[in-house]
């Protein structure tokens, strides 16, 4: 009796096995269209997904963490495309330059980045989505020991995971 129990059993596993072995999974990463906008906006790959680096596009004034109408038009047509393609979520990490002590600048830096987060949930970005992390003046794009240096590292950089 438990030979032919055991039949039944193995053959009901083979095919639960191959019935899982045919559910499709979601795809992964991002599509072609959503690399295409990704590229037409001006983000360029990095390590950790897609990143746009607002350094001489969305600059903030010496000790300022407000958005200035220009780079607010910036941020908002950004997340518009973004939101366009399905791409519902980013990281904002918030720089500063290295004038002043690391805690003020790591404090100024993250306001930076909350400041572009506002702009994004205005548009429609889900606020959950959205990340937000101040970087200090650890990760400069210039020199710090010029003024035009010190502009440059005053920036945010937006990131689309590619998962």
């Not at 959950?128 to 502009?151: C, E, F, K, M």
Request: charged share 20%; aromatic share 4%; net charge positive.
């Amino acid at each position: 009796m438990i030979h032919r129990l055991r039949f039944p059993l193995w053959a009901l596993l083979l095919t639960l096995l191959a019935l899982t072995g045919c559910q499709s999974t979601p795809p992964k990463g991002l599509t072609a269209e959503q690399i295409a906008v990704l590229k037409r906006e001006g983000f360029a790959p990095t390590d950790e997904g897609w990143a746009f680096d607002l350094s001489g596009k969305v600059l903030f004034g010496s000790d300022l963490d407000g958005l200035n109408s220009q780079s607010q038009a910036i941020v908002e047509r950004i997340g518009k495309a973004l939101l366009g393609v399905g791409i519902q979520g980013v990281r904002v990490d918030g720089h500063a330059d290295a004038s002043g002590r690391a805690a003020y600048n790591q404090q100024l830096s993250e306001r930076r980045a909350q400041s572009v987060a506002r702009t994004l949930i205005g548009i429609g970005m889900p606020a959950q989505n959205i990340q937000t992390r101040g970087l200090g003046s650890t990760q400069p794009v210039a020199d710090n020991r010029s003024s035009a240096g010190r502009t440059e590292n005053r920036r945010v950089s937006i990131v689309v995971a590619s998962y």
